[in-house]
């Protein structure tokens, strides 16, 4: 992205736009000052909720239920957990994982398996024929 230039233009006409309209109030930080720092403030309630206000394409119930969320929150309900997951992964998940690895591995093994029984084989094999012209040549010799 680096490269591409209509990535970092259109890149410089979003911050343009955000800047003109307002872009450094609400949750702008103090120069020199990264969310990293020990000096960053979360913005407060009354803060996000004027940033939710002046927000278009929001309907009133949408503001109503944001508004709420943000003054009232509750803890997640189990109904919650079923709707959206929980974070990280299921154990079942795991166990698809960990059965998809031991096929991997069982191929891999057959495989080589089977390439170590064709060489050892090739191998007798090669002794065996050295074995018979040795034979006839003792043979031939008596």
Known sequence: MAEDPLNQRAFAEDVAAAAAAG????????????????????PSADEIWKMIESMDGITDDERAELRESIFNPKPP???????????????????????MIALILIVFALFGFKLYKSLTEKELKKQEKLKSKQQKKIKKSN
């Open 23 to 42: 872009g450094d109030q609400g949750f702008a930080l103090p120069p020199g000052a990264s969310p990293g720092a020990a000096d960053f403030q979360m």
């Open 77 to 99: 309900s189990p109904d919650d957990f079923m709707k959206y997951g929980h974070p990280g992964h299921s154990s079942r998940e795991y166990l698809i994982f960990f059965v």
